[in-house]
């Protein structure tokens, strides 16, 4: 079996490329992506790091985003991205395509439907973007992240899947952030690029961070604005007076992840669908910053979810400040105990066989069409 997989959300990809080893080992895999996270951007995605490392060949789609768009150039990769999918996937000649989402997903999931190549779709969120609602269009099966989602799609394409979670979250299997204090843990993220905007809020607040705790903080690594450079450098001007260490990464990564989120009291982070379904499977406290501008407000919802049932507190980005980020993460760090799962059924959301069901229902659907 060849599959090509495309989208925006590779996080939930990787689970189910695991599965493909497992069970389907005989499956070729490419990958439809993006090498830098924007425009200017001259360093690698973790994307495109996690997924040549597994040594599938990866192809660098130069898709045009329509959402929110009133760049003309912008607009004109839209065409492009689909003429450059459809050569591929001539090219590849794949039995199936996975879209995870996403305006990559768009062209490609698009151009195979003209080939007669079939696709099925995964939808991580609550609410439903612009892109997978096209994509449901052409996909012949439609996984869903959640129940709330189902009903967006057809009912005879739809199977739950959960969203597909890491195995390596829940495993520690390093010792990279061992201390000598006994301050709690912050583990700041903002997803697979990191957010330049927490990044400089950060830069502010790490003299004030460091005196009441530790710090693992995944930065990103975009080269227009270099902020791992200098959050390192404000790092070795305050050391020496500070009581907490900062454990600065520009991703962590599958072999330290389990220990970040073992180690941590409290995450501070964007809320992807992803992200909120491991800390919801982690059952971990949190302080969301969600994306004010993605489609539907999606980040909003997600964060909203995990508020509802006892584990977060939102911060607006509109409100985001060095001392609010400071006012916050002070106030939960003084409540820990109060942050716990209030609803029972939340642990039913968490579906941790979401990846084996993706790659099977991938499976089925490239031997029933090419029977």
């Known amino acids: 079996m060849k599959v090509v997989i495309t989208g925006g959300h590779h996080s939930s990809a990787l689970p189910v490329i ?218 070795n001007q305050v050391a020496n007076l500070s009581e907490g260490k900062y454990f600065l990464r520009r991703f962590v990564l599958y072999d330290e992840i389990g220990e970040a989120f073992n180690r941590a009291c409290l995450v501070v982070s964007r809320s992807g669908a992803h992200t909120v379904t491991e800390l919801l499977a982690l059952e971990k406290p949190a302080l969301l910053i969600p994306i004010p501008w993605v489609s539907h407000n999606e980040q909003w919802e997600n964060a909203n979810m995990l508020k509802k049932y006892g584990l977060a507190e939102i911060l607006e980005e509109k409100d985001i400040s060095e001392e609010a980020l400071l006012i916050c993460i002070k106030k939960m760090l003084a409540n820990l105990s109060s942050y716990k799962l209030i609803d029972d059924q939340a642990r039913k959301l968490v579906n941790l066989s979401a990846g084996e069901i993706i790659a099977d229902e991938t499976f089925k659907l490239a031997k029933r069409d090419n029977k």
């Not at 597994?54 to 929110?68: E, R, S, T």
């Not at 003309?72 to 395509?97: E, S």
């Open 18 to 235: 695991e599965q493909f080893k497992i069970k389907y080992p005989d499956t070729e895999i490419y990958w439809f992506g993006h090498r830098f996270s924007m425009k200017g951007d001259k360093n690698d995605t973790l994307e495109y790091r996690e997924v040549i490392a597994l040594g599938i060949p990866f192809y660098d789609l130069k898709a045009g985003k329509v959402y929110k768009t009133f760049n003309l150039v912008r607009l004109l990769r839209v065409p492009f991205g689909f003429f450059q999918a459809l050569c591929w996937l001539k090219k590849i000649k794949p039995d199936v395509i996975l879209s995870f989402g996403g305006y990559l997903a768009v062209p490609t999931v698009i151009a195979g439907w003209l080939l007669g190549i079939p696709s099925i779709t995964h939808e991580q969120t609550v609410v439903v973007g612009y892109a997978n609602k096209v994509i449901s269009i052409f996909a012949k099966k439609i996984c869903v992240g959640w129940r709330e989602s189902e009903k967006f799609f057809p009912a005879d394409k739809v199977v739950y899947s959960g969203v597909p979670i890491r195995n390596a979250v829940f495993e520690k299997r390093s010792s990279s952030f061992e201390v000598g204090n006994n301050l709690p843990f912050i583990y700041i993220t903002a997803g697979k690029t990191g957010s330049h905007l927490l990044n400089e809020i950060i830069k502010e607040a790490l003299p004030e961070l460091l005196s009441f705790a530790n710090v693992i903080h995944q930065c990103g690594d975009n080269s227009r604005y270099n902020d791992y450079d200098q959050l390192a450098e404000i790092y």
